[in-house]
Each structure stands twice: as structure tokens, then as C-alpha cells.
């Protein structure tokens, strides 16, 4: 068993980090970093379920945050008017004509088992001719829908929903996806399954920034409503100003501050929630059957064990809480950009705070997070002070200080190698790694 006084002092390190930057920064910084640190948490969370509990290399991690995002602005943004007169009905339309093209395909596919080869025919036949259609209905419209107000709007927007719904459809969206691509991939071998993930990930991004009907492409979407109240808001009440009267801090910087607690509340409910419910999961039969198939397929499969069915399963479910996690990250920015979404950044550097917190364990997952999140943001500041402070004898247009401070960005990925080597070689399965139940 795992140490509680190792699991206490990661986490009060973890904790004492955070309290540093707001007393050495500020408190904004330091809960702006804290709010990311529990979006991270729960993608580790979804990854660790699939990775830990299962043994499924994900490398499409980035596919099912654009997924949660784009939720996000599906479901809180109002809907365009104008756009919806020019072109919603024929979207609408070939949205119905989608469906019922894959509906069909997937009958006549069932139908045509016994043609063997040849079923690959119809089923071709009637994707081709549901394209075609598709085209014909809403090629016209899109166009229409792309030149009203292309600076200001140029898409259909959303439902104008609260917000936080969107976190469950974001959830729900990402599910599908997965159930998709698991169907289609989980009976390859590992590596082929995360090829496959990876190159579908490219997909959805090239989508969502390519296709300005739905989410305004490069131009982003801005203005998405929020769950906790507005700053300006809550500088004009008077049991607010009383409030940082009392405490003797000023009204701006407070109102910064009680909003970002806000999203911090919220954001921990729902950490909370997928901790306990992984932590239920890990410790029951599912999860023992779980990692009894991660650690031997085969003989899982002789034990009679529907292994492929088990692998949708938490593919299905690792992926919803990652879809949760980017709906929450969108919310929280105000808006959704496709451009700033690299495989680097949302599906990497997940894959790092798994592997360094401890895969198989629910509270490695939520360390790595926080711990490498944590030095992605501040490794340049510290490199900043690194630099000043072992430079400070050279004069400030020294060409090798001026070389250093101007590269002192990419310190942030020497500082990710410099963690992952040093836990390689002294923690190789994590900071707190699995627990045999």
C-alpha cells in the first residue's frame, strides 16, 4: 500500500506551490492556475480510466476536447436569426438525411452478412448517394449561411442554453464520437488504435476550423455566457463593495478574485463526482474484471470475458469525462478557438501528467495533473528569475543574456523532459502508482 504520509506531502507540496504564486504574483494567477489545474485533473482522470484500468492507448485526446468545446457553443450560444432564415432549414435537413444514411448503411450491412465480400457494394453505394444528397441540400445553404455577416456572425450560433448543460451534452457528444471510433478500431492492435485516434483528432480539428457554419473556423467564437456572475456586476453591488471594504481589498481586484472562486467551486463539484465514481468503478468486480483483461486479454477472453465490448466501455466512458472537461474549458475562456488546439498541448502533455502522477491510481491521475499544469504555466517565470538571477553579473544587452531571456519560452518543454526523466528514473510507475486491491 502507498504511503498516506507520501499521498499528504505531494499534495501539500502541490497546495504550498499554489499559495507561493499568489503570494509571489498574485492571487488571480494563482486560482487561473488552479481552475486549469482541475480541467486537467479530470482529462487525466478519463485517460487513466482508459489507460490504467484497460491498457487503451488514446492518442486522440485533443478529438474529444474539441468535441466538449464546440458543445459548448452549441448549446449556450443564441441563435442567429438571420443565418437560420438563409440557411437553417436545409441544414436541418441534411442533418435527417445523415442520420438516415447511416442508419440504412448500417441495416443493409447487417442484412448482407452473407454475401461476405461483396456486401462491401451496397453499403458503399447508399454512403455515396447519402453524400450526394447531403451536398445538394446543404452546399447552397452553407454558403449562405457563411456570407451573412461573415465579419460579424456567418454561423448559425446555438440554442441559447445555460451554460453548464452544455457540460453534460459536451460529456454526451464525446460518448458518441467514441462509440464510433471504438466500433471501427478497438479490435486493432494497440499501436494501430492510437494512429487511428491520433489521425481522427486531426479530423475534428480540420473540421471545426474549416467549417464557419458551425463554428465561425479561425474567427472564433466569442461571448459565451457564463455560469458565475460578471465582474463589472458585481462592482456595482453594494454588498459587494461593503464586503471588500471589510477584508480591505480593492473592489476590481476582488471581483476578479470571487469569480474565478466561483469557477473554482464548480469546477471541484465536478471533480469531486468523477473521483468518487472512478473510485466506485475501480473497486468493484467491473473494475477488477477491468484490469484482470488489461493484464492478460488472453486469458480473459478463455474466462469467457467479452473483451471487446469491455474495451467500448471504457473507451466510451474515459472519453465522456474528457468531452465534460473541454465543454468546462471552453466556459471557462469565454470562448472557443479552434486554432489554439494542438496535439502537443491537449494530448501529450495529458499523457505526461498520467504517466508522472501514476496510471491506475485516481489521485496519480489528479497530481499529474496538477503538478505538470502547474509547471507548463510557471516553468517561464521561474526560468525568467533563473536566467536574471545567474546573468545579473553581464550587462543587459550582453548577447548571451539577451539570447537567454528571448528563449526562455521554450523553457517550459525542457522543464516537461526534465520531470518525465526524473520520475522515469526514480518513480518509473508514477509519483503514486497503482494499488493492488
Avoid at 5 to 34: D, E, T, Y
Avoid at 68 to 96: H, Q, R, Y
Avoid at 227 to 252: C, K
Wanted: charged residues 15%; aromatic residues 10%; glycine residues 10%.
Amino acid at each position: 500500500m502507498i504511503s498516506t504520509k507520501r499521498k499528504v506531502f505531494l499534495f501539500s507540496f502541490m497546495g504550498l506551490a499554489l499559495v507561493c504564486v499568489g503570494l509571489l504574483q498574485s492571487w488571480n494567477v494563482a486560482l487561473a492556475i488552479f481552475n486549469m489545474c482541475i480541467i486537467s485533473a479530470i482529462m487525466t482522470l478519463g485517460v487513466n480510466i482508459q489507460w490504467g484500468y484497460a491498457g487503451l492507448f488514446n492518442a486522440g485526446i485533443m478529438g474529444f476536447t474539441i468535441i466538449g468545446g464546440l458543445a459548448a457553443v452549441l448549446v449556450s450560444i443564441p441563435p442567429v436569426e438571420a443565418t437560420w432564415a438563409v440557411g437553417g432549414t436545409n441544414i436541418l435537413l441534411g442533418l435527417i438525411i445523415l442520420i438516415t444514411t447511416i442508419l440504412i448503411a448500417i441495416t443493409v450491412w447487417k442484412k448482407t452478412k452473407s454475401l461476405e465480400r461483396y456486401r462491401y457494394l451496397p453499403t458503399i453505394l447508399i454512403i455515396i448517394i447519402g453524400y450526394a444528397l447531403i451536398r445538394i441540400t446543404t452546399g447552397p445553404a452553407i454558403e449562405a449561411i457563411e456570407n451573412t455577416e461573415a465579419a460579424k456572425t456567418g454561423y448559425l450560433g446555438g440554442l441559447g442554453l445555460p451554460i453548464l448543460l452544455s457540460w453534460i451534452v459536451g460529456g454526451v457528444f464525446a460518448a458518441g464520437v467514441a462509440w464510433v471510433i471504438g466500433k471501427i478500431t478497438l479490435e486493432l492492435r494497440s499501436d494501430y488504435l492510437a494512429i487511428a485516434t491520433l489521425g481522427i483528432s486531426g479530423i475534428i480539428l480540420y473540421i471545426v476550423k474549416n467549417e464557419d457554419w458551425l463554428t465561425r473556423g479561425v474567427k472564433n467564437v466569442n461571448g459565451i455566457p457564463r455560469p458565475v456572475p460578471y465582474e463589472i456586476n458585481l462592482q456595482n453591488e453594494l454588498w459587494f463593495q461593503n464586503l471588500a471594504t471589510f477584508i480591505n481589498v480593492p473592489v476590481r481586484d476582488f471581483s476578479t478574485i470571487f469569480v474565478k472562486c466561483c469557477y473554482s467551486a464548480l469546477f471541484l463539484t465536478v471533480l469531486f463526482f468523477f473521483v468518487w465514481l472512478s473510485e466506485k468503478a475501480l473497486r468493484s468486480p467491473w473494475g477488477r474484471m477491468m484490469r484482470a483483461i488489461r493484464d492478460n486479454e488472453i486469458a480473459a477472453r478463455a474466462m469467457g470475458k467479452n473483451v471487446s465490448k469491455r474495451h467500448l466501455q471504457v473507451f466510451v466512458l474515459g472519453s465522456a469525462m474528457i468531452g465534460v472537461a473541454g465543454a468546462m474549458m471552453t466556459t471557462l475562456e469565454g470562448q472557443f478557438t479552434p486554432m489554439s488546439f494542438t496535439p502537443l498541448r491537449y494530448t501529450f502533455v495529458i499523457w505526461v501528467m498520467v504517466i508522472v502522477g501514476g496510471s491506475g491510481n485516481n489521485l496519480g491521475s489528479i497530481l499529474g495533473g496538477f503538478l505538470i499544469w502547474f509547471f507548463w504555466v510557471e516553468s517561464e517565470p521561474i526560468g525568467i528569475w533563473l536566467i536574471s538571477s545567474t546573468t545579473g553579473i553581464l550587462a543587459d544587452n550582453h548577447p548571451v543574456r539577451v539570447h537567454l531571456i528571448e528563449s526562455v519560452a521554450h523553457m517550459r518543454y525542457m522543464t516537461m523532459g526534465i520531470i518525465l526523466l526524473l520520475v522515469l528514473r526514480f518513480a518509473p510507475k508514477g509519483l503514486i502508482p497503482e494499488e493492488k486491491l
